[in-house]
C-alpha cells in the first residue's frame, strides 16, 4: 500500500512538472489561435491548419517515428546504467532525427505541387508548401532532442524546453501577423520550427554523454530497431493524419473554408486539452512502462497501468465536466462569435475524449511491448469509424455529424483495444479504477444531458454544481496521496 502511494506521487510529481509546462503551453497557443482568428479570421485560422496538416503528413510518412520510438529505447538503455550503451542510442536516435528530417523536407519540396492540389484544389500554395518544408527539419532535429530529454525523464528540462520554444514562436509570430495579415502564416510557421530547435538543442547539448565512435553503417543497421516500431508508429499517426486531411477536404468541398476553420477550432480546443493530460502522462508513463517490459514483469505493468489510468481520470474528470458545461463561454472567449456554429461539435469531442483517455491508458501497453500493429488496427478502425460516420450522416445531421461520429469512433475503438489487452496479455482493470471510472462517468453523462436538453440559467446553475462536485471528488482523493496542509506549510517556511 506504501509503495502504491509514492508510486502515485512519483507520477503526480512528473505530472504536475510537465502538465504544469504543457498547460503553459497550451495557453501560449491559444493566445496565438486567438491572434489568428481576429487578425486573419476564419479564413487564416482554415489556411493555416491546413498547411500546418499538410507538413504534419509529410514528416509522420518520412519521420518513422523516431522521436516516439527512440524514447523507449533510450529508457531501456538507461535502466542498464551502461553508459557506452546509453551513448550509443543517444548517438543514433540524434542522427535519424537528422536524416529522416532532412528526407521530409526534400519530400515536401518535390511534392510541393501535388499537395498544394490536394489541400486547397489549386496550385496556389504550393510555393508556401515548398517554403514551410524548412519546419520538417528543424522539427525532426527537436523532437530528437526532446526524445532524448524524456527517454532519460529529465522532466523538468522538458518543461522549460517545451515553455520557452512556445513563447519565442509568440513573441516573434505576432509581429508577422501584425504586418504582414494571411502572408503571415508562412513565415509564422518557418519561424516556429525555427525557434523550437533553437531552445530543444540549447538545453539538451547540456546532457554530457560519451562520444562513440559509431560508423555511418552501423548507424542505420542500429538504429533500425527503432525505425521498425517507430514505422508502425507512423502508419498509425499517418492513418490518423489522413483521416483529418480527408475530413477537412470534405468540410470546404460541402461548406466552405469558413466551415473549416470553426472545424479546427474547436478541434483544438478539444485535441488541446486531452493533449496536456496525455502528454504530460506519457513523458513519465511511457519510459516506465518500456523499464518494466525490459526486465519482462508483467505483474508491475499491470499495476503501473492501472494506476497511471486511475490518476489520468482523476485529474482529465473534472476537466472534461468544466469544459463540456462552458463550451459556449470558452468559444466566445478564445476565437469569436462567429464560431459558435460549432458549440455542439465541442461538447461531443469533449465526452469522446472521456473514452479516448482510458484507451489510450492501455493502448500504450502495445507500444512498450512492441507491438505497434495493434496499434495501427486500432486506431484504423478510429479512422474508418469516423470517416464512414461523417459520410453517411452529413446529409441527415450535417456540420453536428463532425462531433457524434468523433464520439462513435472512440466509443467502439475502446472496445477493440480492451478486448485486445485482456486476451492477449491478461489485463484487467483493478476494483478502484473500476470504481473511478464509474464515478466520472456519471459525472460526465449527466453534465452532457445538462447542456443537450435543458437551456438558460438553470443550465449554467446545474453545470456549475456538477462541476463543483467533478473538482471536490478529485480533491478529495488527490489528497489521500498528497498531503496538501503540510505540503502548504513548507512551501510558506
Known amino acids: ?130 517554403i514551410i518544408s524548412v519546419t520538417l527539419l528543424t522539427t525532426s532535429v527537436s523532437s530528437g532532442q526532446i526524445a532524448l530529454l524524456q527517454g532519460l525523464r529529465k522532466m523538468s528540462i522538458m518543461a522549460k524546453v517545451s515553455v520557452y520554444g512556445a513563447g519565442l514562436s509568440l513573441l516573434f509570430c505576432l509581429p508577422l501577423y501584425w504586418w504582414l495579415g494571411l502572408k503571415g502564416i508562412v513565415p509564422g510557421i518557418v519561424v516556429s520550427g525555427i525557434m523550437s530547435l533553437i531552445v530543444s538543442y540549447t538545453f539538451a547539448s547540456k546532457i554530457k554523454v560519451q562520444k562513440p565512435n ?34 477537412r477536404s470534405f468540410i470546404a468541398q460541402k461548406m466552405n473554408l469558413d466551415a473549416v476553420g470553426y472545424f479546427v477550432a474547436v478541434w483544438s480546443i478539444s485535441n488541446t486539452y486531452v493533449n496536456i493530460i496525455l502528454n504530460a502522462m506519457l513523458s513519465d508513463f511511457f519510459p516506465r512502462l518500456s523499464e518494466a517490459e525490459t526486465f519482462k514483469d508483467y505483474k508491475k505493468s499491470n499495476s503501473i497501468i492501472n494506476e497511471q489510468l486511475e490518476l489520468s481520470l482523476i485529474i482529465a ?56 500493429g495493434y496499434s495501427m488496427l486500432t486506431e484504423g478502425i478510429w479512422s474508418a469509424t469516423y470517416y464512414l460516420f461523417i459520410i453517411l450522416f452529413w446529409n441527415n445531421l450535417g456540420f453536428l455529424s463532425l462531433g457524434i461520429g468523433y464520439f462513435v469512433a472512440h466509443f467502439i475503438k475502446i472496445i477493440f483495444v480492451y478486448l485486445i489487452t485482456t486476451s492477449y496479455w491478461k489485463f484487467f482493470f483493478d476494483t478502484q479504477s473500476l470504481k473511478t471510472i464509474s464515478i466520472y462517468s456519471i459525472l460526465i453523462i449527466t453534465i452532457f444531458i445538462n447542456v443537450i436538453l435543458i437551456k438558460g440559467i438553470y443550465q449554467y446553475i446545474f453545470s456549475a454544481i456538477i462541476s463543483l462536485i467533478a473538482i471536490l471528488i478529485s480533491y478529495y482523493r488527490i489528497s489521500k496521496i498528497i498531503d496538501f496542509k503540510n505540503l502548504l506549510k513548507k512551501k510558506l517556511k
Open 1 to 130: 500500500m506504501e509503495q502504491n502511494k509514492k508510486s502515485q506521487k512519483n507520477i503526480l510529481k512528473a505530472t504536475s512538472i510537465v502538465g504544469g509546462s504543457q498547460l503553459a503551453t497550451i495557453l501560449i497557443g491559444l493566445i496565438r489561435n486567438k491572434l489568428i482568428a481576429v487578425l486573419l479570421g476564419p479564413t487564416g485560422v482554415g489556411i493555416n491548419a491546413i498547411l500546418q496538416n499538410t507538413v504534419d503528413l509529410v514528416r509522420q510518412a518520412t519521420g518513422f517515428g523516431i522521436n516516439f520510438s527512440g524514447v523507449k529505447e533510450i529508457a531501456a538503455a538507461s535502466s542498464t546504467e551502461d553508459e557506452i550503451k546509453i551513448s550509443r542510442t543517444i548517438t543514433i536516435l540524434r542522427r535519424w532525427s537528422l536524416y529522416t528530417g532532412i528526407l521530409g523536407m526534400f519530400v515536401a519540396i518535390i511534392l510541393c505541387l501535388p499537395l498544394s492540389y490536394y489541400a486547397f484544389d489549386n496550385k496556389n500554395y504550393a510555393v508556401s508548401i515548398a
Open 214 to 247: 559509431i560508423t555511418f553503417k552501423e548507424t542505420v543497421t542500429e538504429g533500425l530497431g527503432m525505425a521498425k516500431l517507430g514505422f508502425l508508429i507512423i502508419l498509425t499517426s499517418l492513418m490518423v493524419t489522413a483521416t483529418m486531411y480527408a475530413v
Open 317 to 372: 474528470g473534472p476537466l472534461f465536466v468544466l469544459l463540456i458545461g462552458a463550451a459556449n463561454l470558452i468559444i466566445r472567449i478564445l476565437f469569436t462569435s462567429d464560431f459558435l456554429i460549432a458549440v455542439s461539435v465541442l461538447q461531443w469531442q469533449l465526452f469522446a475524449g472521456f473514452f479516448a483517455i482510458i484507451s489510450w491508458c492501455l493502448g500504450v501497453m502495445f507500444l512498450s511491448k512492441n507491438k505497434g
